[in-house]
């Protein structure tokens, strides 16, 4: 939204026509929906370019990027707005999903039951880039996850999940600075009954401390990063003060007796029994089939139970593009549930019958890599030229 919102009712709202996407804060005939209209009429005299500027300064020091490569991150002035009853659906179908996820990451990794009874074909496991053979049969990997799921709304007004992060799923830090920073500059007061922002964390480290090899009590939690060269280092350091749990580096984790330890500021070593892993690396073998660091240092103590790693080695396999295409399945073998929150249809082309349907349609769809992630190689193909 730019420029000066008058106040709801005048001639330029009146004029006002949103373009054939959805549009959050106005209807099709361009009046402001009801959950918006005391956010814009508090927004009617305000200054947006200062207001802009206010929030913008407000966030200084939020930074995306690493090697001192950083760029500020930016947030949109003007909130976005979700009303009670969706957010709830949201919040019970994003759960829904993720317990799904969860359970398909243990049933790859072990019986494959889901393959067995027809619902998921076993190349859709095999082919996928982020699948990890040496994690079959350890302990399963759908424990301990945390989940991003990314959102979308069509045109008709339904939120649907674009894409399942479970590789290395980040955000939260960002979420709860930008909620601070509007709540400080908007010049009106948040809606009762908001979702407070600092639950996130609480709800992070209670599920870091029962993921533990032993259920829970007071495990020995670290962060793992690659320190300054991440592109979330900042979110990393926000993150572990919040916890209150050490950052290490890959260079501070050695394994002794097959369990992993830490080396603490003050060169002391402690055992650990939580890893929360937030590195670039998340593969447990190169392009030239050699373990990586990961491997080396987290399989062993991984694969005996003796540590959690979260995510967990293998759980990469649930970003899959391709697997997106079978979630809302998931949902309904291993929950025995409908889904409460619907997929971006995504298309298995492995199949001859959907090839056949798809290829004709080409030039109307998106098309993914299917490991690929931050939009690096997505063609958006009515848009694309053959270039």
Same mark, same amino acid.
């Given at each position: 939204?730019? *420029?000066?919102?008058? $106040?709801?009712?005048?001639?330029?709202?009146?004029?006002?026509?949103?373009?054939?996407?959805?549009?959050?804060?106005?209807?099709?005939?361009?009046?402001?929906?009801?959950?918006?209209?005391?956010?814009?009429?508090? %927004?009617?005299?305000?200054? %947006?370019?200062?207001?802009?500027?206010?929030? /913008?300064? +407000? @966030?200084?020091?939020?930074?995306?990027?690493? !090697?001192? !490569?950083?760029?500020?991150? +930016?947030?949109?002035? #003007?909130?976005?707005?979700?009303?009670?009853?969706?957010?709830?659906? %949201? /919040?019970?179908?994003?759960?829904? +999903?993720?317990?799904?996820?969860?359970?398909?990451?243990?049933?790859?990794?072990g019986d494959r039951a889901m393959v067995a009874a027809g619902k998921i074909p076993e190349r859709v496991i095999e082919s996928a880039e982020l699948f990890e053979p040496s994690m079959r049969g350890a302990p399963p990997p759908g424990t301990g996850c945390v989940a991003g799921l990314d959102l979308v709304r069509g045109g008709d007004g339904v939120l649907r999940v674009l894409e399942d992060n479970m590789r290395t799923p980040?955000?939260?830090?960002? @979420?709860?600075?930008?909620?601070? /920073? %509007?709540?400080?500059?908007?010049?009106?007061? $948040? $809606?009762?009954? =908001?979702?407070? $922002?600092? *639950?996130?964390?609480?709800?992070?480290?209670?599920a870091l401390r029962d993921s533990a090899p032993d259920g829970g009590g007071d495990p020995s939690i670290a962060l793992l990063s690659d320190g300054p060269a991440n592109s979330a280092w900042w979110e990393h350091r926000e993150i572990a003060a919040r916890l209150g749990v050490p950052i290490l580096s890959p260079t501070d984790l050695l394994v002794r007796g097959g369990r992993l330890h830490g080396r603490m500021e003050g060169g002391a070593t402690r055992e650990l029994q #939580? #890893?929360?892993?937030?590195?670039?690396?998340?593969?447990? =073998?190169?392009?030239?089939?050699?373990?990586?660091?990961?491997?080396?240092v987290l399989m062993k103590p991984s694969r005996s139970g003796a540590l959690t790693v979260v995510n967990p080695l293998g759980a990469g396999l649930a970003d899959d593009k391709l697997v997106h295409a079978y979630v809302e399945e998931m949902v309904r073998f291993y929950l025995g549930e409908e889904p409460l929150v619907p997929s971006v249809r995504t298309f298995d082309l492995g199949d001859e019958e959907v090839l056949e349907e798809v290829l004709p349609r080409l030039a109307e769809l998106v098309v993914k890599p299917r490991a690929g992630h931050g939009g690096a190689g997505v063609v958006v193909c009515p848009h694309a030229t053959r270039e």
């Amino acid at each position: 939204m730019t *420029g000066a919102v008058e $106040p709801c009712g005048s001639s330029a709202l009146l004029d006002y026509r949103p373009t054939s996407a959805w549009d959050e804060g106005f209807d099709a005939e361009g009046t402001p929906r009801a959950h918006y209209t005391g956010l814009l009429e508090s %927004l009617a005299a305000a200054d %947006l370019s200062a207001l802009r500027d206010a929030v /913008a300064s +407000r @966030m200084s020091g939020v930074v995306f990027g690493g !090697n001192g !490569n950083t760029t500020p991150f +930016r947030l949109d002035p #003007v909130p976005r707005l979700i009303e009670a009853e969706e957010w709830d659906l %949201l /919040a019970r179908g994003l759960a829904q +999903r993720a317990r799904a996820l969860g359970a398909f990451l243990a049933d790859a990794y072990g019986d494959r039951a889901m393959v067995a009874a027809g619902k998921i074909p076993e190349r859709v496991i095999e082919s996928a880039e982020l699948f990890e053979p040496s994690m079959r049969g350890a302990p399963p990997p759908g424990t301990g996850c945390v989940a991003g799921l990314d959102l979308v709304r069509g045109g008709d007004g339904v939120l649907r999940v674009l894409e399942d992060n479970m590789r290395t799923p980040s955000g939260i830090a960002y @979420m709860a600075a930008g909620r601070g /920073a %509007l709540d400080d500059r908007l010049p009106c007061s $948040p $809606p009762p009954g =908001r979702a407070d $922002p600092d *639950g996130a964390f609480a709800m992070l480290a209670a599920a870091l401390r029962d993921s533990a090899p032993d259920g829970g009590g007071d495990p020995s939690i670290a962060l793992l990063s690659d320190g300054p060269a991440n592109s979330a280092w900042w979110e990393h350091r926000e993150i572990a003060a919040r916890l209150g749990v050490p950052i290490l580096s890959p260079t501070d984790l050695l394994v002794r007796g097959g369990r992993l330890h830490g080396r603490m500021e003050g060169g002391a070593t402690r055992e650990l029994q #939580v #890893v929360y892993r937030r590195t670039d690396e998340d593969r447990l =073998r190169d392009d030239d089939g050699e373990p990586t660091w990961l491997a080396e240092v987290l399989m062993k103590p991984s694969r005996s139970g003796a540590l959690t790693v979260v995510n967990p080695l293998g759980a990469g396999l649930a970003d899959d593009k391709l697997v997106h295409a079978y979630v809302e399945e998931m949902v309904r073998f291993y929950l025995g549930e409908e889904p409460l929150v619907p997929s971006v249809r995504t298309f298995d082309l492995g199949d001859e019958e959907v090839l056949e349907e798809v290829l004709p349609r080409l030039a109307e769809l998106v098309v993914k890599p299917r490991a690929g992630h931050g939009g690096a190689g997505v063609v958006v193909c009515p848009h694309a030229t053959r270039e």
